[in-house]
């Protein structure tokens, strides 16, 4: 029985069963008859072709959807996204990522906020059969049970502190961070996610979900292209602008670099402010771990803001990969011990 950690965020589903992930846009549309899919060169850049039914419906997935579909849908509200975003974004993960019928274990997470209402939701959702035809590239259709034995919903950021606490071979990794009381800010897409695991137990007062995500950063860069441009880009289509630090608009190329920086500091500053207050009595912080694709972007803003001593972001890792590495490894140390 396979164990699979998958993190479903606003801006990134991320998936992983221990040898491969799967990373993509939280998109997805309806799905269109596409003539010609071949890549004219070798070099081009290629994405994951998510391409599903289910229950009768047919739809692109990630950046498929983003680049193919007339209708497209992408959302930023938490009810929204659990009822109608998760199930679609989920079963594209798993049938691309265990094509073989198989039955599978699952973890995965919540934000603080969220977790108590929602939990039982998506447990049902999700736990059970699910007949999925995936279509290739080629339309060569293949039919997958996903058989979804049993799901296990742990508080968002926790995935991070579980990734540090696990080795790859499901054994202890780092000891220290069973020992020591680790405040975690994990900064995603849409929200922030701050908690504090003391000797690794989860701290109810320490918690807190606010919508200090990165999104806010690209909503402030999308509102000023606007008025530069007349153009105002889809927040899901500004990743690789932000990371060049260039945007293309009709033809004329914009320099974001020095708007970047202000609204990155000011996000940082607003992030800062409300971990230092919300930690404020714990001050027996040993460290302070800064996880999640906005926390490896804010890192270098925020990390002279915070009050405590504060990890260092391994730069060879990809920070959004974080929680859903933890949420396997949990997985297997959890259910191979109790088998």
């Not at 975003?85 to 594209?92: D, E, G, Q």
């Amino acid at each position: 029985m396979d164990v699979v950690g998958i993190d479903i965020g606003f801006g990134f589903t991320k998936a992983t069963n221990g040898k491969d992930v799967l990373l993509f846009k939280s998109v997805f549309g309806e799905a269109v008859e596409v003539q010609f899919m071949d890549n004219i060169l070798d070099h081009t850049e290629k994405y994951e072709h998510l391409h599903i039914e289910f229950d009768g419906n047919a739809f692109f997935v990630g950046e498929l959807a983003e680049y193919q579909s007339n209708v497209r849908f992408f959302t930023m509200d938490q009810d929204q996204f659990v009822s109608r975003f998760v199930k679609i974004l989920s079963l594209a993960a798993l049938s691309h990522l265990l094509p073989n019928s198989v039955p599978i274990r699952l973890v995965t997470g919540l934000p603080v906020a969220y977790y108590r209402q929602q939990k039982d939701v998506i447990t049902k959702m999700l736990r059970g059969e699910h007949k999925v035809t995936c279509v290739g590239e080629d339309n060569r259709r293949q039919e997958i049970l996903i058989d979804i034995n049993q799901v296990l919903v742990v508080p968002q950021p926790f995935g991070s502190l579980l990734n540090l606490l696990f080795n790859s071979d499901k054994k202890s990794g780092n000891k220290r961070f069973m020992h020591e009381k680790v405040g975690i800010i994990d900064i995603g897409f849409r929200t922030s996610d701050y908690t504090i695991a003391n000797r690794s137990k989860y701290m109810e007062r320490g918690s807190r979900t606010t919508d200090c995500g990165i999104s806010h950063a690209f909503a402030t860069i999308a509102k000023k292209l606007q008025e530069k441009t007349g153009v105002n880009p889809e927040l899901y289509r500004l990743y690789k602008s932000v990371e060049r630090g260039s945007i293309k608009i009709r033809g004329k190329n914009y320099d974001l670099t020095k708007f970047i920086e202000q609204v990155f500091s000011q996000l940082a500053s607003d992030v800062a402010n409300e971990v230092n207050q919300l930690w404020a009595e714990d001050w027996d912080i040993d460290t302070i771990v800064i996880t999640g694709g906005g926390g490896a972007v804010l890192a270098p803003f925020l990390k002279p803001l915070l009050h405590g001593q504060v990890m260092d972001i391994d730069s060879t890792r990809d920070a959004r990969l974080n929680n859903v590495h933890g949420y396997w490894r949990y997985g297997k140390h959890l259910w191979d011990k109790t088998d």
